[in-house]
């Protein structure tokens, strides 16, 4: 049974830090296919960073330069420069399938979510 525990996150103003950690119970991948999903008030969820299959991070444009993806067990994703609209509900997600190339990442498990919120 996987169980993803995520701590972190908080309030803080335009401009600060936060960090999330997402440690994976019984994943068997290390931090391999683990990421960090957002979805604020009304719109879509969105991916925000990952670790390929290969634990290589990968960002998204609008965090990119900003946040930082780390670990190798436990998944870290340092947040700097916040903006406003960063603020969201923030999601650990994990999941390595095999498909006809081989594997690859399918986000399965899904922690409970911290919230993350920025003021101007």
């Known amino acids: 049974q996987v169980q993803l525990v995520e701590s972190g996150g908080g309030s803080v103003q335009a401009g600060g830090s936060l960090k999330l950690s997402c440690e994976g119970r019984?994943?068997?991948?290390?931090?391999?296919?683990m990421g960090w999903f957002r979805q604020a008030p009304g719109k879509a969820r969105e991916k925000v960073a990952h670790?390929?299959?290969?634990h290589s991070p990968n960002y998204a444009d609008f965090v990119r330069g900003r946040f930082t993806l780390s670990g190798e067990a436990t998944l870290v994703l340092h947040m700097n420069s916040l903006k406003p609209e960063d603020t969201a509900m923030y999601f650990c997600?994990?999941?390595?399938?095999?498909?006809?190339?081989?594997?690859?990442?399918?986000?399965?498990?899904w922690g409970q979510g911290t919230q993350v919120t920025v003021s101007s």
């Open positions: 997600a994990a999941g390595l399938g095999f498909g006809a190339s081989g594997p690859e990442c399918r986000f399965t498990f």
């Open positions: 019984g994943y068997p991948y290390g931090s391999a296919c």
């Open positions: 670790m390929d299959r290969n």
